[in-house]
Structure formats: structure tokens, C-alpha cells
């Protein structure tokens, strides 16, 4: 027997994710009611325009352009606009009112997580975001509540669908990255602006938030080290599959200690790596998303399933939607964030790391002894070196996100060149740059190719 009041909901978006919220919430009402012990009651649907063709059949009486209206007398607020303004105002809006919010929108939690909670805490409402951060999968509240009793050290994972998508259509299909992309933007995986997606922008804001629920400390989203997918070649990605690799877009987020200062800090981090096919995320497939976490206690855990797509990511946000509704209904302490650890956020040339670097070099007698050296003058460990002849001259490239600058010619264009693609020991990654730079400066060394880092050993 249902005694509570009804609970207001507003939505703020129709889009791949709010249509689909839209259309549970109405489908499953007597359900969602015998779960929460009140009827969730749809109050209205904010979107830009009306008129809008939707994949969604949704009750044209529920939309409104005034959000504003719609916020003023809710129970719970549904973000599901994306972007920084104007949501950023109607979630603030909502919590003055001590509406509780649930929101899918990285973007505006890695930016301005910290006013959000303060304001959400000011009242006494909550801030939801299960669906920001690798979509489906349920890997905020297990950081925030299941490990908070244990100490995590390390998180591994793919985050973000639409670059798993490309890169395994570049992988698998042979397809470019612009045709994959295009179609992970219509099956709705991809942001309005898909240059969030494969300039790792996505990945790093996510990363900010599981790097500052991991260790208690506010990550702000400057200090995530980004590079995107937009460099990766066709070449890398064939040269990485004859090798027994695949590159993946990763996210990183540590505890390290700077070797130079003893100082315990965090690194936060996004890049594309190369990654064994023994590892389990080279198995991740498609808009699928995985995240390593290890814990001192637990030890390694595997979150995997689905992270990105409308309906999926729709179960993420009514968890949420049904979490806030059971806090009205029954009370409950809420979650604040915690941040007391307070630990500094390490540069990106602190990361201790494995590489493959590939270069072109004059096939010479003494050319390996050379390239050796300058490694090893870097602090630089060589762990294996291949060579094949011969070898074309591709650009150069610097360090992973350097723009590439032509080849230098080869004198007389008569000298045979040769392939090194070589493994290194782990190194940090300000020694490697500087290596890498070192190389490219040297007469024996006719184009680096490729540097790529290697990660999930
Ligand atoms: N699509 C996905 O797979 C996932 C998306 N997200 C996040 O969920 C949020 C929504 O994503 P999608 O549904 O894909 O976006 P979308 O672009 O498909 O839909 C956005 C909706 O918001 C409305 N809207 C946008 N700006 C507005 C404004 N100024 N005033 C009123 N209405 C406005 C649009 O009319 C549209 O209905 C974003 O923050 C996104 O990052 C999170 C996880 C997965
Ligand atoms: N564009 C995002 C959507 C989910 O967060 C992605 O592709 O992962
Ligand atoms: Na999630």
C-alpha cells in the first residue's frame, strides 16, 4: 500500500539518454512505485525545441523550453542536457531548492564538481552522477560506498565508447577513423561535439572524477594529462596487430611517489596505449568500457559492461532516480564528498611507464650502438629492439601528441635503411621525452615514426 506523496521528477533533455529515461520512467511506473514506496510523477520535459523529431514517442504535453518552470517544484531533477552552460545554472537552481539532482554530465562535474557538492550540501539535497562516468556500469557508487573502507591505489580502464568503437573498427574493419566516428555519433554514443570524444576530453574529465573519489582529493580537470585518438595511424594500429597488441584509449589514475621529493601524490591521465591481446581490455569491444580498480584490501576488481548508448546508459540514471526517491521516502544519510586527503596532483613527467618507440635509421654498421647509446645517456632501459629492412620514411614524431614534422632526407637517397622498433624498461616519462627528443636530433636517425606507451603488464 502506497501512503507517500507522489515525487515530482523534472527532465532537463530529450536526447539519446533522456528520451530513454523518459520512456522507463512512464513504462515502468507501478514498478518503479512498489520499489520506492511512491509513484515517481513526470512533471515535464525541458528541450530546446519542442518540435523536435524524437526516436522516443514521449507525450508532446510533457515538453517545455522553460526549464526553469519545471525545476521550481521538483522533487528530483534529471540533467540530461550535457555541457557546461546552461546546465551548470539549472542544476544550482535545483539544489537551492533542495531538490536532489541526478546528472550523466562529466563535462560540468570535472569542472565544477566543487560548487555543485557545496551547494547540494548547503541544503541538504544530493548529487547523483552514476551514468557520468563509464555509462551502465555501476562504478561510482563502489568507489564511493563498497571500497570506502579500503585504500585504492590504482585504477586501469577504457572510459570512453565512441574511441573504443573507432579504434576497434580500425582495428577489426580496417575502417578510417572519420567513418567509424560517424557511425558511433548515430547509434548516439558519441558527445554533441565528438571532438570531446577522440581529443580524450571525455576520458579526462572522467578520469578527474574517479581520480578524486579514489583518493579523497580534489583532481581539478587541468591538472589530467590529455592526448586523444586523433594521432593514432592506420600504421600503428596494423603495426601494433602484427605484434600481438592493440591500442586502446586509457585512463590512469594513481597514487606515485616523485622519485626526486619523496612526496606522495596522484597522477590523472588519458592516452592511447598499447596493450597486449592476452590483456583483458584488449577483449573490450565496441561502446563497451572496462575499469581496473586494486585496492589494498579487495585487490584487483574489473568493473565491464556497457559505457555509452541511450538506453543503457538510462539504467545508470534511474539507479540514481530510485536511490533519491527511496532518500525521500524512507530519510537516510546522504553522501558528501570526501576530499580531506588533499593530495598534490603529480605532472606527467613523473609517470613511470613502459614505451615503443619506432624509428628509421641508416642501415649502417654501428647505427644500433649508436641508437643504444643515446638511450642509455637517457636513463632509457632497452628491454627488446626488432629490426626489418627496408623501411619507408613516415613523418616524425616527438613525443605521443607532437604534431609530426617531415622526414629529413636521406643524402644521395642511395643509403638502405632499416626499421628499429624498440621496447623500453619502464622509464619516467620526462627521461623518455627528452630520449625521444635526443633521437630525432641525431645523424643515425632518419624518422621516429612512432611513440606509444605501454600499459597493462
Ligand atoms: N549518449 C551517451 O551514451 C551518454 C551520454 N552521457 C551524458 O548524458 C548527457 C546527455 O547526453 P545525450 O543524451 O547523448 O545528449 P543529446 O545531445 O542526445 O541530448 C541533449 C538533449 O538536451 C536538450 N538540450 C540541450 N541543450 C539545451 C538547452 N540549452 N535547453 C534545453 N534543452 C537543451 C536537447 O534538446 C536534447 O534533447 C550528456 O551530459 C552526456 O555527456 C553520459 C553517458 C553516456
Ligand atoms: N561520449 C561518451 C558517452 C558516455 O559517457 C562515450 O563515448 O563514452
Ligand atoms: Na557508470
Same mark, same amino acid.
Not at 551547494?119 to 563498497?146: F, K, M, N, T
Given at each position: 500500500m502506497i501512503e507517500y506523496r507522489n515525487l515530482r521528477v523534472a527532465l532537463l533533455g530529450a536526447g539519446s539518454v533522456g528520451s530513454q529515461v523518459a520512456r522507463l520512467l512512464l513504462e515502468q511506473g507501478d514498478e518503479f512505485a512498489s520499489r520506492i514506496g511512491a509513484r515517481l510523477e513526470l512533471v515535464g520535459i525541458?528541450?530546446?525545441?519542442?518540435?523536435?523529431?524524437?526516436?522516443?514517442?514521449?507525450?508532446? =504535453?510533457?515538453?517545455?523550453?522553460?526549464?526553469?518552470?519545471?525545476? +521550481?517544484? *521538483?522533487?528530483?531533477?534529471?540533467? &540530461?542536457?550535457?555541457? !557546461?552552460?546552461?546546465?551548470?545554472?539549472?542544476?544550482?537552481?535545483? +539544489? #537551492?531548492?533542495?531538490?536532489?539532482?541526478?546528472?550523466?554530465?562529466?563535462?560540468? +562535474? /570535472?569542472? @565544477?564538481?566543487? =560548487? &555543485?557538492?557545496?551547494?547540494?550540501?548547503?541544503? $541538504?539535497?544530493?548529487?547523483?552522477?552514476?551514468? *557520468?562516468?563509464?555509462?551502465?556500469? %555501476?562504478? !561510482?557508487? %563502489? &568507489?564511493?560506498?563498497?571500497?570506502?573502507?579500503?585504500?585504492?591505489?590504482?585504477?586501469?580502464?577504457?572510459? #570512453?565508447?565512441?574511441? #573504443?568503437?573507432?579504434?576497434?573498427?580500425?582495428?577489426? @574493419? $580496417?575502417?578510417?577513423?572519420?567513418?567509424?566516428?560517424?557511425?558511433?555519433?548515430?547509434?548516439?554514443?558519441?558527445?554533441?561535439? %565528438?571532438?570531446?570524444? !577522440?581529443?580524450?576530453?571525455?576520458? /579526462?574529465?572522467?578520469?578527474?572524477?574517479?581520480?578524486s573519489l579514489a583518493f579523497h582529493t580534489t583532481v581539478p580537470l587541468e591538472r589530467v594529462y590529455r592526448e586523444g585518438i586523433t594521432s593514432v595511424s592506420k600504421a600503428q594500429v596494423d603495426a601494433a596487430r602484427e605484434a600481438g597488441a592493440v591500442i586502446k584509449l586509457l585512463a590512469i589514475c594513481e597514487r606515485l611517489t616523485d622519485r626526486e621529493t619523496g612526496e606522495e601524490g596522484v597522477s590523472a591521465r588519458v592516452y592511447p596505449a598499447l596493450i597486449s591481446r592476452d590483456h583483458p581490455l584488449a577483449a573490450v569491444h565496441g561502446a563497451h568500457n572496462a575499469v581496473f580498480v586494486q585496492s589494498a584490501a579487495a585487490g584487483d576488481l574489473m568493473f565491464y559492461g556497457a559505457g555509452a548508448g541511450g538506453v543503457e546508459t538510462a539504467s545508470a540514471v534511474l539507479g540514481d532516480v530510485v536511490s533519491a526517491a527511496r532518500r525521500h521516502v524512507v530519510g537516510g544519510p546522504g553522501v558528501a564528498e570526501s576530499t580531506h586527503a588533499d593530495l598534490p596532483v603529480l605532472d606527467i613527467g613523473r609517470v613511470v611507464t613502459r614505451y615503443q618507440i619506432t624509428l628509421d635509421v641508416e642501415d649502417q654498421p654501428g647505427v644500433l650502438a649508436a641508437v643504444a647509446r643515446i638511450l642509455?645517456?637517457?636513463g632509457v632501459s632497452v628491454e627488446t629492439v626488432q629490426q626489418s629492412v627496408p623501411s619507408h620514411t613516415g613523418p616524425v614524431v616527438i613525443a605521443g601528441n607532437a604534431e609530426p614534422s617531415a622526414a629529413r632526407p636521406i643524402h644521395g637517397g642511395a643509403t638502405p635503411t632499416a626499421t628499429l622498433v624498440i621496447g623500453t624498461h619502464e622509464a619516467e616519462e620526462a627521461a623518455l621525452a627528452a630520449t625521444v627528443e635526443a633521437l630525432a636530433a641525431s645523424d643515425v636517425v632518419i624518422a621516429i615514426s612512432s611513440v606509444l606507451r605501454v600499459e597493462g603488464s
Open positions: 525541458a528541450v530546446r525545441d519542442v518540435d523536435a523529431s524524437r526516436d522516443v514517442d514521449l507525450p508532446r =504535453e510533457l515538453f517545455t523550453t522553460d526549464a526553469s518552470s519545471l525545476i +521550481l517544484g *521538483a522533487d528530483i531533477v534529471v540533467e &540530461l542536457m550535457g555541457g !557546461i552552460e546552461p546546465a551548470r545554472g539549472y542544476v544550482l537552481e535545483a +539544489l #537551492n531548492s533542495g531538490a536532489d539532482v541526478i546528472t550523466a554530465n562529466k563535462a560540468l +562535474l /570535472a569542472t @565544477h564538481g566543487p =560548487e &555543485l557538492f557545496e551547494a547540494a550540501e548547503q541544503v $541538504g539535497a544530493q548529487l547523483y552522477y552514476e551514468a *557520468a562516468v563509464a555509462g551502465a556500469i %555501476p562504478i !561510482i557508487r %563502489p &568507489l564511493r560506498d563498497s571500497l570506502a573502507g579500503d585504500r585504492i591505489n590504482r585504477i586501469l580502464g577504457i572510459v #570512453n565508447g565512441t574511441t #573504443n568503437f573507432v579504434l576497434d573498427r580500425m582495428d577489426i @574493419h $580496417g575502417e578510417t577513423l572519420q567513418d567509424a566516428l560517424a557511425t558511433a555519433t548515430d547509434r548516439g554514443y558519441a558527445e554533441a561535439d %565528438p571532438t570531446a570524444d !577522440i581529443g580524450g576530453y571525455d576520458a /579526462a574529465q572522467k578520469a578527474a572524477i574517479l581520480a642509455s645517456d637517457g
